[in-house]
Antibody, heavy 127, light 107 residues
Framework: QITLKESGPTLVKPTQTLTLTCTFS??????????VGWIRQPPGKALEWLAV???????RYRPSLKSRLTITKDTSKNQVVLTMTNMDPVDTATYYC???????????????????WGQGILVTVSS | DIQMTQSPSSLSASVGDRVTITCRAS??????LAWYQQKPGKVPKLLIY???TLQSGVPSRFSGSGSGTDFTLTISGLQPEDVATYYC?????????FGGGTKVEIK
């Protein structure tokens, strides 16, 4: 059974850096095809994909936020960490991490949807 | 980047009605399309992937269709527990964009 859980500060000040940790079990980020992503949802608004990291340390980011985001993994701790710099009140949202599986065929990777999600963590940006 | 547009943004239907939600990609994405259900105050739940494959445990009244740029989520016989916001998402390649959501209510 795969589970994921987000942790981190629930209140940050404008201009500060947010660091969120996704701790998971039941999956291995060393297994071919596995990925863990981050998605956020501002209050009352739609889901926004932010970033994803894969078993081979490949990383992808939301283009509009690429300069502010960093995603890393610690396979020994079963954790994925997302950092977002220069936080602003518009970044107030519930942040989710989620599991993505996929497979490699030849030189190409084919991924699937986010099938297992964490419970989410509400982060408020306010002075 | 490919944009995902859902319509309508909200709808109200009666219990037992057939409900259809559409999702359009600005470029072709083959069948790399997922649908999620998010009930009020809850975590999004994967309903359908590969445009038409039901995730395990999802009721058969949910179905998906389409390929390329046009996709549809259908609820055949709306139930009170289906009140939720539904999102489509492309996952062929990054960015893994979500649609704007469709809020489904009971009339």
């Amino acid at each position: 059974q795969i589970t994921l859980k987000e942790s981190g500060p629930t209140l940050v000040k404008p201009t500060q850096t947010l660091t969120l940790t996704c701790t998971f079990s039941g999956l291995s980020l060393t297994s071919s095809g596995v990925g863990v992503g981050w998605i956020r949802q501002p209050p009352g608004k739609a889901l926004e994909w932010l970033a994803v990291i894969y078993w081979d340390d490949d990383k992808r980011y939301r283009p509009s936020l690429k300069s502010r985001l960093t995603i890393t993994k610690d396979t020994s701790k079963n954790q994925v960490v997302l950092t977002m710099t220069n936080m602003d009140p518009v970044d107030t949202a519930t942040y989710y991490c989620a599991h993505r599986r996929g497979y490699v065929s030849g030189a190409s990777y084919s991924g699937y949807a986010f099938d297992i999600w964490g419970q989410g963590i509400l982060v408020t940006v306010s002075s | 980047d490919i944009q995902m547009t859902q319509s309508p943004s909200s709808l109200s239907a009666s219990v037992g009605d057939r409900v259809t939600i559409t999702c359009r990609a600005s470029q072709g994405i083959s069948i790399s399309l997922a649908w999620y259900q998010q009930k009020p105050g809850k975590v999004p739940k994967l309903l359908i992937y590969a445009a038409s494959t039901l995730q395990s445990g999802v009721p058969s009244r949910f179905s998906g269709s389409g390929s390329g740029t046009d996709f549809t989520l259908t609820i055949s016989g709306l139930q009170p527990e289906d009140v939720a916001t539904y999102y489509c998402q492309k996952y062929d390649s990054a960015p893994l964009t979500f649609g704007g959501g469709t809020k489904v209510e009971i009339k």
